[in-house]
């Protein structure tokens, strides 16, 4: 189940399909035989120097690529015990961040919460973070943001009625407009500029969860960091949409004890890791619904009981919608969508794990409502389950993720049907990233479940 991505990305990489990565490959295959050639004969040829400290106990490793040929492709078979390891016994030690090169360049030089390393910068950030702004009190005071975009939301898609909509665009639109009502306190650009904006946004996210994840030569081998031989370095240019978050900052309360650095690096941190992973699990959530259509049937039965169909979905009623929570957490086991930035470990494909899950490839959200699965929260303390990660860095948005996923999902099943398109294929494969997301947009068409329409 857990995998190194380390291991993932020396396979992908090594399986190149385009031409001027295989080219790339050979060069850089040619470059370290020859280093490694010329390491040989330095190392035996020049006279030895004093004696260096001992190495830590391990195996050794080879010039320039250590131990990466060796790492093997079954650390995941270890995946619990060496979880645990990382994120709880040397916690301290993982919660470090040795941020890529994209990384750096996307974090202003890492000074974001989730690329910063551990140490006081790292922790005033993240007080100030979950304290602020996700303490129980601030998130129930912006619940009347949260519930009004939702229900603008239920308002478009009743005009879209009997056509297609992209379900993942209609989750992302849905939860940008929340956090950054719930950023701003209200106050939003309206209109066609908005929607320009969030089209914007929505790509140059997609564009850095795909960089983040993918391998860069040069963080592989810092010695090559210098040549910037995938031009990581320049992609930042000509992006403004932070700039026109602080535009929109200025008017904020001065008094605040947040600096403009920390502002930017949070708001950075909220948008990127927190719009795109709720937005792809609600899609990812959908499309299993779309799937198993007794699952469905389940989730609808449940809504009649517990919302009925005079009432719109309230955060209150979420701790009642139990089955819709267990397909969350299914569709989370099933295959993890976020990366754990600690030693970039994430839990991938549970059909990796015969040995833990049970019938590890049928999607069975009851098993999420056994008497024995309490442990699977997302806290972080059951090693078999991590989708948020696990330990110091576990990730911070927990409480807010966790409402808008119910709410919006909830939301958008409870007030209308959902059909593939006549003819229209349910596509479930993945596009690598630091966020797994689908590859294909799932395309559905809604029809409304409520006979008042006053509810819409
Ligand atoms: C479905 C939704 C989400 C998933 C699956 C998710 C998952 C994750 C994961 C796996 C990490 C890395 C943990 C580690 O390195 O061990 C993380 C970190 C983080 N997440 Fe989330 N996240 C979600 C939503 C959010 C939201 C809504 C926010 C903000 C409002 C947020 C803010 C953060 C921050 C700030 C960090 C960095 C924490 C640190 O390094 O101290 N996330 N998240």
Known sequence: MLNTVVAGLWSR?????????????????????????????????????????????????????????????????????????IVRDKDTIFANRDPPISALVFTYGGNDIAWSSYGPPWTKMRKIFVREMLSNASLDASYELRKQEVKKAIRDVYNKIGSPVDFGELAYVTSINAVLRILLGGGTIQGEKWTDFVAQLRSH???????????????????????????????????????????????????????????????????????????????????????????RQKVYQELQEVVGSNSVVEEFHLPKLRYLSAVIKETFAFASCAASLSALVFQGNRAWDPDLWDNPLEFRPERFLNADSGSFDYSGNNFQYLPFGSGRRVCAGIPLAEKMLMLLQASLLHSFEWKLPAGGVLELSDRYGIVIKKMEPLIVIPSPRLCNLELY
Do not use: C
């Not at 040989?40 to 020049?46: E, R």
């Not at 030569?217 to 031989?229: I, T």
């Open 13 to 85: 990489w090594w399986d190149a399909s385009n031409e001027r990565e295989k080219l790339f490959r050979t060069v850089l295959i040619t470059a370290v035989a020859m280093i490694t050639i010329f390491w040989f004969l330095w190392n035996n040829i020049k006279p030895k120097k004093a004696v260096a400290a001992p190495s830590p106990p391990g195996p050794r490793g080879l010039p320039l690529v250590g131990y990466l040929p060796f790492l093997g492709y079954d650390l995941h078979k270890h995946s619990p015990s060496l979880a645990k390891e």
């Open 205 to 295: 996210a997609a564009e850095m969860m795909v960089l983040l994840g993918k391998p860069n030569v040069s963080d592989l081998f810092p010695v090559l960091a210098r040549f910037d031989l995938q031009e990581k370095a320049h992609m930042d240019e000509g992006k403004d949409f932070l700039q026109i978050l602080l535009d929109l900052n200025k008017h904020e309360d001065p008094a605040t004890s947040i600096t403009i650095e920390q502002v930017k690096a949070i708001i950075l941190d909220i948008f990127v890791g927190g719009t795109d992973t709720t937005t792809t699990m609600i899609e990812w959530t959908m499309a299993r619904l779309m799937q198993h259509q007794e699952v």
